[in-house]
Every structure is written in structure tokens, then in C-alpha cells.
């Protein structure tokens, strides 16, 4: 079956297909590590996840990158304001790197309890300067750099075309002033040496004098060091495209010298609260997973929220709308619960898995995938052991850890049970009843279902 994935660079969907057969190569930006992040740059995160395990799911092997911010990202962002780890770092009286250390933990921690799966490389910035450094040259070399009040700048006016994804903001539409410095108003900042920060710990020596990278030179060196020349997707957030995405693509394509840099560039819309304003740090409006878990919702509550909303639509957050996905996973849970039995050979419910896959397939289209898993559940055709087998299949998008719902049944009881069935089928019932005794004097009970059996712990076992 195709995947057709909406690709920001031609505003259309189109069939994936990868650069190497059977690979793709993934790139998704990470966050800036100034402070928490909050449920809206996890929705971002999300998207990423469940991207990627589509891409498992149709059997491709993925190598992922995700960055981690740690210098240059100023407070808007374009090259304006201050840098966020060093405004972090002196309202709170830390250095620089122990915020950049502390909050890298949170959200990797963060990462874990909404099971969003673990980069194959999460490589920060302020690692790679050196990189960095090496890509700037190259565009000097190219005739894409300039020096201007003390900083190097990024030339646009030697690109054919500025802006490949479309959407840029012209000076004077937005509150940020324009910086005399630059040649062209959509040009920026590749590497600042005239540091607006004279007391900052973050500067390394270059070949322009001591300074630091500007933010979007470090996805640009890092991705092309661990993804190459040429990778299949990139993606980040909806507000990362206009300024941050047209200018790694303007400097990587610059200083390979081809293009494209990517196939495929995907869009996660934002997180707005019921008031309909943007989920921002800036905004003061903001709500964390801790935040979350206080008031008594899991991880997988929000994980479960974010399923119900297409990723390229705005997902409004709401108490009511999580409570509603709260009731909505406990109910699944106990369905899981019940029918939970050995997972077998999925026949009768083929037609469930491919519609299954079809949602996703389409773009991403969980919300559909969801409708999917409810028709199924309420489906009395099926038997429980082949609906337990298609909800695990599922949940290897949903990410939900269906699997690993109620207790662990040891394997030597599976084993028993299992010789129990295979004595049950050739009628040896006086035997088979003797596993079964010695079942329940390990502390567990077997019940026959219809369609096979289910392993609980006895009641008066502990
Ligand atoms: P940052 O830490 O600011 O670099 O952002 C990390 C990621 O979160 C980026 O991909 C942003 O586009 C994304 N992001 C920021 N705010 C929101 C929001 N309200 N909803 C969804 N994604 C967001
Ligand atoms: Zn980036």
C-alpha cells in the first residue's frame, strides 16, 4: 500500500518514495533546552513519533535525528533578542550548560513517559561547532556570506530562489526591526562575533574572532553530518517553516553546491488553549506534562488526546476534551483487559487492517485510525483473540503500551497452559486437567473463553 504524505514543499500530498529502497532518513528538530517544554512542543514530538512508526510499520528501516538547542536560539526567531539559555541562565543564577544539562534530562524524561521513541542520535549544538564552523566557510567560498557590524551573515540575494517553503514574512509585517547590519532584509545571522551578550560563557574562537553560531546553522551542520547530502524527511513544527526551515534549506543547498538538501518537509500545526491563542513560553499560557500528572492525568491520557486530531490540524486544548480522551482510554484499557488471550493469526479481521492501514497511510490519519479501533471494538462478528491481535497491531502507531496492560504472566505458566490446550485438543481431559491444577497452585487461574483461553491471577493468590 502507498504512503502519501503531504509534503509543505509542493502543498500537496504526494506517495513517498525513499532516496534508498526499504530506508528512510529522518530528520525532526529538537527542542530548545532553556526550560520545560510544555504540551504543545510535545505535540510536535508526538507527530514526529507516530511519523516514524508509520514508516516502521511499512516496513522501512529509519534512522532518526533529533537535535538538541543549546546556543543560539534568541528570543524571536529571526536574529533579534536575546539568546534563551542565557536569559535562562542568568534568572536563575546557573551556568548555561547546567541549564542546558538539566532540562535536556526533563524532556528526555518527558520523551519516556509519553513512549516516544528514542532517536538513533540526539546530537547538540554547542557539540558541534566545529561543524558549524566548517559549513560557514563553505558558504563564504561559495559567495553565499557576508561580513557585516561584526557578524556573518547568510547572503539571499545570490539565491536564485529565497524561500522554497514558502510563507515569508517581510520586514515591517512583523514587530521585528529590521538589523541595519544585514545587506538584504531576509537575510541572517550564520555566526555572531559581535556577541550582544558580552558576559555569555557560550563562544568558541573562529576564523571571524570569538562568537557564536546562529540557530539555524546547527540543524543544517548537524543533519548533513549524520543524514548526508540528501535525505528523505525533515520536520518540526508549522512556525519552524517560514524562517527556520527556508533558512536551512538556503544554507545547506548553498554549501553542498545541490538540491535538494530533503525530499520531504512535514508540518505539525500548534497546540492552541481553548481560547484559541498558541500554547507559548512567551505568551505565559503554557501547561506541562508535570502540570498534567498533578491533576491526576497519565502521560498516556495526553498521548491518547493528541491521536483524535489529523496532525496537520489545530489540536484545542481543553479540560473537557481531556477528560473525554481520559474516559475514552480507561474504557479502551478494560476492553484490553478483557479480551487480553494469546495473540493469534489475524483472518476474519484482515478487513480491519487494511482500512487500519489505510488511515495511516493517508497522511498520518490517526483520528481515522482511532474510528477504526472503536468500529472493531464493538464488532460481535469477531472473536476476542483475533481483536486483541489487531489492537496490538494498532497500538504500534498508537504507542499506547496495550500490550503491557494488567499483570505479567510468568512464561512457565504460558507454557503450562499452552501444553494444557495442546492435551485439550487430542482429548486427554484427565491430564490436561492436571496442568491445569498445577496452574492454580502456582497462584493462577485458567478460563475458557470461546475462542481460547484467559490466564488471571487467582483471587486469593498475592
Ligand atoms: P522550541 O523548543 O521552541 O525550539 O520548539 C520545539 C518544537 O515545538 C518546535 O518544533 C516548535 O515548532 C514546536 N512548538 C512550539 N510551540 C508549539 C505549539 N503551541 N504547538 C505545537 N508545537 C509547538
Ligand atoms: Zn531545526
Redesign the pocket.
Request: some cysteine.
Given at each position: 500500500m502507498d504512503l502519501r504524505i503531504f509534503n509543505s514543499l509542493s502543498k500537496k500530498k504526494e506517495k513517498f518514495i525513499p532516496i534508498e529502497k526499504g530506508k528512510v532518513k529522518l530528520y525532526?528538530?529538537?527542542?530548545?533546552?532553556y526550560d520545560f517544554?510544555?504540551i504543545?512542543?510535545l505535540?510536535?514530538?508526538i507527530s514526529g513519533d507516530i511519523i516514524k512508526r508509520v514508516l516502521k510499520f511499512n516496513g522501512y528501516k529509519v534512522n532518526h535525528v533529533m537535535n538538541i538547542?543549546d546556543v543560539g536560539?534568541l528570543t524571536s526567531d529571526a536574529d533579534e533578542g536575546e539568546d534563551k539559555l542565557v536569559l535562562a541562565a542568568k534568572k536563575s543564577n546557573k551556568s548555561v550548560w547546567d541549564i542546558a544539562k538539566f532540562y535536556t534530562s526533563a524532556f528526555k524524561e518527558n520523551l519516556r513517559s509519553l513512549h516516544i521513541q528514542p532517536s538513533d542520535k540526539l546530537p547538540r549544538a554547542t557539540d558541534h561547532i566545529k561543524e558549524q564552523i566548517a559549513m560557514i566557510r563553505k558558504l563564504e567560498s561559495n559567495g553565499f556570506a557576508y561580513i557585516s557590524g561584526g557578524n556573518v551573515y547568510f547572503d539571499t540575494s545570490q539565491l536564485k530562489k529565497y524561500g522554497k517553503l514558502g510563507g515569508i514574512v517581510e520586514v515591517g509585517e512583523t514587530r521585528i526591526d529590521e538589523d541595519k547590519n544585514k545587506r538584504n532584509s531576509h537575510d541572517f545571522v550564520l555566526w555572531f562575533t559581535k556577541s550582544k551578550f558580552q558576559d555569555q560563557d557560550m563562544k568558541w574562537d573562529s576564523p571571524w574572532g570569538k562568537g557564536y553560531p546562529g540557530w539555524h546553522i546547527e540543524c543544517s551542520a548537524m543533519a548533513t553530518k549524520y543524514l548526508g547530502d540528501h535525505f528523505d524527511i525533515h520536520m518540526?513544527?508549522?512556525?519552524?517553516a517560514y524562517i527556520h526551515h527556508n533558512n536551512e534549506i538556503a544554507q545547506s543547498e548553498s554549501s553542498i553546491g545541490s538540491e535538494p538538501w530533503v525530499n520531504y518537509w512535514l508540518h505539525?500545526?500548534?497546540?492552541?488553549n481553548n481560547d484559541k491563542t498558541?500554547?507559548?513560553?512567551s505568551k505565559g499560557n503554557i501547561t506541562t506534562l508535570i502540570n498534567l500528572e498533578e491533576n491526576g492525568y497519565s502521560p498516556m491520557d495526553y498521548r491518547y488526546l493528541t491521536l483524535g486530531t489529523h496532525y496537520r490540524k489545530q489540536?484545542i486544548f481543553s479540560r473537557d476534551g481531556l477528560d473525554s480522551a481520559k474516559n475514552a482510554r480507561a474504557k479502551l484499557n478494560q476492553f484490553v483487559l478483557k479480551i487480553k488471550s494469546k495473540p493469534i493469526k489475524i483472518v476474519e479481521g484482515e478487513a480491519y487492517l487494511t482500512q487500519f492501514s489505510a488511515a495511516i497511510n493517508d497522511d498520518f490519519n490517526t483520528a481515522k485510525s482511532l474510528s477504526i479501533l472503536s468500529k472493531l471494538m464493538k464488532d460481535s462478528r469477531l472473536i476476542n483473540g483475533e481483536k486483541y491481535s489487531l489492537i496490538l497491531k494498532f497500538d504500534e502507531i498508537f504507542g499506547l503500551g496495550l500490550d503491557d496492560l494488567g499483570e505479567n504472566i510468568p512464561t512457565n505458566i504460558i507454557k503450562l497452559a499452552e501444553e494444557r490446550e495442546k492435551l485439550r485438543a487430542i482429548k486427554k481431559y484427565d491430564a490436561s486437567d492436571k496442568v491445569r491444577d498445577k496452574i492454580e497452585k502456582h497462584g493462577y487461574t485458567l478460563l475458557d473463553e470461546i475462542d481460547g483461553y484467559r490466564i488471571i491471577k487467582s483471587s486469593n493468590s498475592n
Open positions: 525532526t528538530c529538537g527542542p530548545t533546552v517544554v510544555h504543545g512542543n505535540r510536535t514530538f538547542t536560539h518540526g513544527g508549522e512556525d519552524l505539525s500545526a500548534f497546540l492552541v498558541k500554547m507559548s513560553k489540536l
